[in-house]
């Protein structure tokens, strides 16, 4: 074995050798070398709690902080509005678009507050705010100008939350400031800023965050805010930015990815077959990038349509709002609907006159009324413009142009002004109409007229199509100002191609350019009717899911072309038929089958359902069935639809759709009538008559009443047509209680319009035979079963019929219930009342229940009074109205019948449980006088000789009511119950004391010893007797408690009001003054006797024998000596029995005054 040897290591060198680099390797690191290689790490932490708490609670949450920080605007993070606003001026568009959104977190925030409390918070921080945000609607950073768009779209929202900012009257002082950012956004260079310009337009004219068709066409769209109508004044200097930015928006460059270009999508599609893959690849890239662009540019054009349509309708209803100065009736000083309710007199109906005239029926009879000298009601447009509640204007749909001021005077500076805008509506409408046949050569043309469309370009076609008609619409208010100043006979469109003169005065010159800009704007609407129809109707390409959709495309352009063909701005005066006639009407009558089932599945709220599409048809027929302009008074009137037939054939459709027969048990002849139960058909109906085409229709049958009331029962008129109408009238009840109220305007106008056919109506039936028509037998028929179909108007809409059936009669009325005559304004149910008072001979349903209705103003105002709860019920005027009114159909109904309503609507003996008497006052015994006397009244009024023939029916009601004093020691516990109690036996006592008086002033003795039969026996008088000294116990018991009677003068004017009645009964009454005296003589001895009851009788005696209005009470003590000796007696105890108390000095006067009457007849 090899020995082995240990080698020792070579020695470390100083400097050892620098290994060489190579490609891919690092150099190792050197000896000496300082790792200074580092970690990190980082923690998220969320947002303290204490920091959050501190945002939320700054934000208003905790309701014990200063009104003065919660008036302040907080972000989430607890950013204030000043630290956001800085950073909007960055120069950095991230830093600007963080601060909006700090901006929007803190608006939206609100949201978590009560509504009241977040409007006022942001109302006061607007000043500061809009300034800022305007300034970023030019911003040129797309995503900073979309999230100022979003911020102004929360701040509408946010206005909007609450009932009393919805109008937005808050923003009505910014509007000029917000214009003025909104038109330097349409003028922008930048294209993008300019759509986004239209986008702020859309929500000032809109008033809402995202503006869609679906609110353009909305029937309640058209209740425009205090913001959109400042914005009407502004329309002016946006118009013509709008109009260069939809000039440069395309609309054909679309590709059609519908059946129109079927055919050649599939030869592309064979043709690309052949190429190979990467060709496939770059088309398929193409095309998705072609797409994206076109589906952008159509949302583009979209938008800005929208914009415009919402910038023209606001000018519209602007102009609306204001045409209430020149399109007004009479003024309000010169009419009157109701007599005088305070003057006395009978009343009674007016009969004869135009047959137009449908006045309130009702006029005073004597020449002191207030309504003598008064201007009759002649026509509906004579009656007083109907409040809307919702958008409190004064609406009527038949009013007159009357113009306020002398326009000959106008500066020709107007006239330029008004020409301009001419000028600007016809450049509009020559844009539209390039617009519009841009959508139709998306489309195809048939072989006839029409136009063959995807169902993608409809919204833009519906778009185009409202404003054309809006645009147009607005040029015929500007007409109307020029053609005051300027006559037809030189605008006449023959003159379209006389050339401008160059010289000349300057009055020439401007009747020139006038009369070439009406004739320029004339050539341009026949051109848009003539694009119109032949592209009319709108069809798809095959059978299509969505029709309806198809049928409101349709609908849109017959009313653009009955809006655009039906104005005569150059009418010569000879009868034509346009071209467009025939083809709407024979598009339209088909489709006037109103299908009821459709309006019970879809919501009115569907911008493309039937109810919408057949609302605008309606339209379109009362272009066609009403007379051209207002030549009502013209022998010969024009109709754009000439055949006389035509207009008969279209007028039963419309009948048979809208309204049809409805049954009536009562009909004697089934004229106007169905003679089999519809009751279905009445519930299918009412679904109707709450869509917009409901209404719409319920206002052509009141055109069509105004426009030929006056000749419908002459021979010229056609029994076909005038038994048609007086059908379609029948119906009318039946919308007017769907309703309930809700539209008021249509329900006046429905009832106006009945009123005005039914006042022509002999209700005496004194018409020979001879002289009955077809049409004076449905008239008689109408009538009769009006009678019973008002009846729903004043039933409670709970036990209405028309709501469910009817139930067992209630022990207890319910005050909270309401009818649907309550619900109306006060004009309106004057007219109600006033046609049941026409139609004479009221249903027991309708007396009880319009008793009822009065009963509940009484109590509703004695309620209101007393702080109590408040009712939704009538005037005390309108409640006297009605009275008045029935008490003037006495003699057509039976006398119980007119007896319970006189008693049931005095509220006297409704047992509600109403508290009369929250601060234990004797005076709320005299709460009900006001009805007491008219009650009173009436019932003397009634008939002759009442006392003997109205008061035996009286008699157990009123021995009810005198009975009632006599027990309310049984109810000493309940207030309500004593003060009830009070106010029958004041009642009972009134009748009685009215019915003496009355029978004393028939006979003329008020001065004689005559003596009064009213009372029937002594049965009563017993009664009477003690009735009258119960009401004396239980007010002596009242003045012991508190410190209402503390004042002397306060107790005589009690006593005066309580004794006033009992003073007739004692004087005129055999026996019925000595028989008082005894009793309370007898009285005052007894024992237990309070000293208040002692007070109260002993002043009694005092002021009957003071009494001297309205009859003077000594005289007859004077002349009896038997009354002598029971007053000088009864007197004599009651001072032996207070003397030595409190009250000697009381009973020592009484003894005096006593022995004064006496004294001086010896």
């Known amino acids: 074995m090899a020995p082995t040897t240990n080698k020792s290591k070579p020695p470390a060198r100083d400097f050892a050798k620098r290994p060489r680099a190579k490609v891919g390797k690092r150099a190792p690191a050197k000896v000496n070398a300082t790792d200074t290689s580092f ?59 963080s601060g909006l959104k700090g901006i929007r977190d803190a608006v939206q925030s609100l949201s978590l507050l009560d509504a009241a409390i977040g409007v006022a918070i942001l109302e006061a921080n607007l000043p500061s705010l809009l300034p800022h945000l305007c300034r970023c609607w030019l911003d040129e950073d797309d995503d900073v100008r979309a999230l100022a768009l979003n911020l102004y779209g929360d701040i509408l929202k946010c206005l909007s939350s609450s009932l009393e900012s919805v109008d937005l009257k808050c923003l009505a002082p910014f509007v000029p400031f917000l ?92 043709a690309g077959q052949k190429r190979g893959r990467s060709g496939k690849n770059a088309s398929s890239v193409q095309t998705k990038a072609v797409s994206k662009r076109e589906s952008r540019e159509s949302s583009t054009a979209q938008s800005i349509l929208l914009s415009l349509a919402f910038l023209l309708r606001t000018s519209l209803i602007s102009n609306d709002d204001m045409s209430g100065m020149n399109h007004t009736i009479r003024d309000k000083t010169q009419r009157d609907l109701s007599p005088s309710l305070y003057v006395s007199g009978e009343c009674s109906f007016l009969k004869g006159g135009s047959a137009q005239s449908n006045s309130l029926l009702l006029i005073r009879g004597t020449e ?65 109409r390039g617009k519009f046949v841009e959508i139709a050569h998306l489309g195809k043309k048939t072989d006839a007229n029409g136009l063959v469309s995807s169902s993608n370009d409809l919204e833009t076609m519906d778009v185009l199509v409202q404003i054309i008609r809006l645009s147009h619409s607005r040029f015929q208010l500007y007409y109307q100002s020029i053609s005051k100043h300027y006559p037809r006979t030189e605008t006449d469109a023959s003159n379209s191609n006389k050339k401008r003169e160059k010289g000349g005065k300057k009055s020439t010159k401007d009747l020139q350019n006038v009369q070439e800009c009406l004739v320029a704007h004339q050539t341009s609407v026949d051109r848009v009717l003539q694009l119109l129809l032949e592209n009319f109707p709108v069809k798809s390409f095959g059978e299509t899911t969505n029709p309806e959709r198809y049928e409101f495309s349709n609908a849109c ?66 272009k066609l069935l009403l007379p051209i302009g207002n030549n009502s008074d013209d022998n010969t009137k024009s109709y754009l639809l000439n055949n006389i037939v035509k207009r008969q054939e279209i007028l039963e459709a419309f009948a048979k759709a809208f309204f049809p027969q409805v049954y009536c048990q009562l009909a004697p002849h089934h004229v106007i009538y169905a003679s089999s139960s519809t009751v279905e058909l009445e519930r299918k109906m009412r679904n109707v008559a709450n869509t917009a085409a409901g209404r719409t229709a319920c206002i052509l049958v009141t055109k069509l009443v105004a426009q030929s009331a006056d000749s419908l029962f002459n021979d010229s ?102 009818c649907i005559l309550e619900r109306l304004p006060e004009q309106a149910q004057k007219l109600a009342i006033g046609l049941a008072g026409l139609l004479q001979s009221p249903t027991e349903v309708t007396a009880k229940e319009l008793s009822q209705i009065c009963s509940k103003a009484f109590i509703s105002h004695i309620a209101t009074t007393n702080g109590d ?46 508290s009369l008497m929250q601060k234990q006052s004797p005076d709320n015994v005299f709460l009900y006088d006001s009805a007491i006397d008219q009650l009173s009244r009436f019932l003397t009024t009634s008939c002759d000789k009442a006392s003997q023939k109205v008061l035996p029916m009286l008699r157990p009601i009123i021995e009810k009511w005198l009975l009632a004093p006599t027990k309310i020691k049984e109810n000493e516990g309940a207030s309500n119950e004593t003060m009830r109690l009070l106010v029958q036996g004041r009642s009972a006592i009134s009748i009685l004391s009215a019915f003496t008086w009355d029978d004393v002033l028939s006979h003329n003795c008020v001065d004689d010893d005559f003596i009064s039969s009213t009372i029937l026996d002594d049965k009563l008088d017993q009664l009477l007797l003690n009735s009258i000294l119960s009401l004396c116990e239980v007010s002596g018991s009242f003045w012991s408690k508190g410190s209402h009677f503390d004042d002397t003068e306060a107790q005589q004017l009690y006593l005066a009001k309580l004794m006033g009645p009992v003073a007739v009964l004692l004087r005129y009454r055999k026996g019925m003054l000595k028989q008082f005296l005894e ?84």
């Open 557 to 622: 352009i017959c009313s653009a072309l009955a809006e655009l063909g039906g104005g005569a701005m150059f009418d010569d005066g000879k009868k034509r038929t346009s071209p467009w006639v025939n083809t709407v009407f024979s598009y339209v009558l088909p489709r006037l089958t109103c299908d009821q089932d459709s309006y019970e599945s879809k919501p009115e709220d569907d911008s493309y359902s039937e109810s919408i599409s057949t609302n605008m048809l309606l339209k379109v027929v009362m």
């Open 1079 to 1162: 009793t309370v003589s007898k009285r005052v001895a007894a024992q237990g006797m309070s000293e208040s009851v002692v007070e109260i009788y002993m002043k009694a005696i005092l002021m009957i024998l003071k009494s001297k209005d309205p009859i003077l009470m000594t005289s007859i003590i004077q002349r009896s000596d038997d009354l002598q000796k029971v007053l000088l007696s009864v007197a004599k105890s009651i001072e032996t029995i207070v003397s030595g108390g409190p009250l000697a000095h009381l009973g020592g006067k009484l003894q005096h005054h006593v022995n004064t009457i006496c004294s001086s007849n010896q």
């Open 717 to 818: 008129t056609e029994t076909e047509y005038a038994t048609l109408l007086l059908q379609m009238i029948s119906v009318l009840p039946t919308y007017v209680v769907a309703w309930e109220g809700k539209y008021p305007t249509e329900t006046g106008l429905a009832l106006a319009s009945i009123l005005s056919v039914v006042r022509q109506w002999e209700a005496s039936g004194n018409v020979s035979e001879e002289s009955r028509t077809p049409v004076t037998l449905a008239l008689e028929e109408l009538c009769l079963g009006l009678r019973y179909s008002l009846e729903a108007l004043y039933i409670p809409i709970e036990d209405s019929p028309a709501v469910k059936q009817p139930r067992k009669k209630r022990k207890k009325a319910n005050l909270k219930q309401t």
């Open 869 to 914: 709860q408040e009712y939704e019920a009538v005037s005390l005027d309108m409640a006297n109205y009605i009275r008045e009114v029935v008490h003037l159909s006495r003699r057509t109904m039976p006398m119980p019948t007119y007896l319970s309503f006189l008693l049931d609507g005095s509220g006297i003996d409704l047992t509600t449980g109403i």
């Open 179 to 270: 214009c003025a950012y909104a038109s330097s956004a349409l003028n922008s260079l930048d294209r993008s800023i300019r759509i986004d310009g239209s986008s702020i337009v859309a929500m000032l004219a809109s008033a809402v965050q995202s503006p869609s068709f679906s609110q353009l066409m909305s029937s309640s769209s058209s209740k425009m805010s205090a913001m959109s109508r400042e914005l009407s004044h502004h329309v002016d200097s946006l118009l013509p930015s709008m109009e260069r930015l939809l000039t440069s928006v395309s609309l054909g460059r679309r590709a059609s990815s519908s059946g129109r270009s079927a055919e050649s999508q599939k030869s592309n599609t064979a």
């Open 39 to 97: 970690k990190t790490a980082t923690v998220a932490v969320r947002s303290q709690g204490q920091s959050l708490d501190k945002g939320r609670q700054q934000q208003g949450k905790d309701a014990t902080l200063s009104s003065a920080k919660r008036m302040e605007l907080f972000s989430s993070r607890g950013n204030t509005l000043a630290t956001l606003q800085m950073s909007l001026r960055h120069h950095a568009a991230p830093v600007r678009a």
């Open 368 to 432: 002191g009324s207030r309504a003598a000298d008064k201007t009759r009601i002649c026509s509906i447009r004579d009656l007083p413009a109907i409040q809307d509640e919702v958008t409190n204007n004064s609406i009527n749909a038949l009013v007159e142009d009357i113009p306020t001021d002398d326009l000959s005077s106008r500066p020709k500076e107007k006239d330029a002004e008004s020409m301009e805008k001419v000028q600007q509506m016809t450049s509009l409408l020559e844009t539209l």
